[in-house]
């Protein structure tokens, strides 16, 4: 196991270098969901440079790829996301997950024949609302894998995931235009319809949960101040605890909409931007050994608190979670006070920090993988139990 780990740590080291020139270049040209083409081109070079074979546009999906390298027993999967954040770039630093990603599946297909593994690297666009890994499950990705993986940066270190199940709406509410002061009385408002609909929720929220969220964007609400709005647009999540908490909750929230339209007698439209995302189910075995080797790494992990609360953050990993053995620890970049989704977490993403955490993070990812492996040897020669944790 020791002789495997610091294999995996030499080629990683060896690849630093170019793991760190990725990262930096996603990080300069953000690409956001489903228009990651540049990305998903980039990502894959690099494993099909070192042996892997790679399927672009994975599954149908454009800026999807799947990589894959050995032919072991044990299906290592690594969670490559690389899309941006509108308007805020690398805000979430993605960029750096994608690297990790491709350095522990470099790390582990060094050690693959003689540890089992078969490594596979699932390029999953559009996290950022749009579902990229629920469309690949829903087209057959992920089936039999024993452990999923992938390493979110944070500005600490928090192995556990616990993130909200969460849905994606598009609202639009559509009225009819008129001159604003010469002819009011012809005009059905639809912005008026956003304004009503956001006060039905604020005043929802007293009895909702305090676990629940709810928070959304006008994309839209008209061009001119003399002309009424005809057509105002927006983007809504609802979280909860759980998918169960959700169906309940959320359609309480879109009968606050339904009042926008019944109070200004507008057309109500909601569009989902994508099956909702689920809660995460950790792999406790893996996420023990991932703590183990982020701590042998030299990773400190941070107390529960306000700087630790982004393993709250909704994910469709949460959706793999549910099919198959996973982990999504946060890895920390130092970035405190900025957090995560501001344009001050976007500068922490590249960087000396940054760069440790991309390569401790595929480290980590890479041993955790090895120690799987491990597992299942000594489960099938009679030393361990079979199962997930």
Known sequence: MRRLKEASRA???????????????????????????????AVPALLERAGF??????????????????????????????????????????????GSAVGAALGLAAVADEAGLTVEVYGTPAEEGGGGKIELLDRGAFQDVDL????????????????????????????????AAAYPEA???????????QVAIGLLRQQLP??????GVVTHAGDAPNAIPERATGRWYV?????????????????????????????LSVEAESKPY???????????QYRANAVALGREFAPPGQAARMNRASTDMGNVSLVVPAIHPYIGIGSLPATNHQREFAA???????????????????????????GRVATETGHGRKGRS
Not at 11 to 29: C, G, K, P, T
Not at 187 to 197: I, L, S
Not at 210 to 215: D, G, K, L, T
């Open 11 to 41: 080629v990683v080291a060896e690849h630093a270098d170019a793991l760190i020139a990725l990262s930096e270049r996603l990080h300069a040209d953000p690409e956001t969901a489903w228009e990651e083409h540049r990305a998903a081109a």
């Open 53 to 98: 074979d790679v399927t672009a546009s994975y599954l149908g999906l454009d800026t999807a790829f799947h990589a894959r390298f050995g032919s072991g027993p044990v299906r290592i999967a690594l969670c490559a996301e690389y899309d941006a954040l509108p308007g805020l770039g690398h805000a979430c630093g993605h960029n750096l997950i994608a």
């Open 148 to 179: 999923a993986m992938m390493v979110h940066p944070a500005p600490v270190d928090v192995a556990e995931a616990r993130p909200f199940a969460v849905s994606h709406s598009k609202i639009a509410y559509t009225g009819k235009s008129a001159h």
């Open 187 to 197: 005009g059905v408002n639809a912005a008026d319809a956003f304004t009503v609909a």
């Open 210 to 215: 305090p676990s629940a969220r709810v928070h």
């Open 239 to 267: 979280r909860a605890e759980t998918l169960a908490e959700l169906a309940e909750l959320e359609p309480r929230v879109m009968r606050a909409f339904e009042a926008g339209a019944l109070a200004t007698g507008c057309e």
């Open 278 to 288: 689920a809660e995460f189910r950790a792999d406790e075995g893996a996420l023990a």
């Open 348 to 374: 922490h993403c590249v960087g000396g920090l940054a760069e440790r955490a991309l390569l401790d993070g595929a480290m980590a990812l890479a041993w955790t993988g090895i120690d799987r492996a491990a």
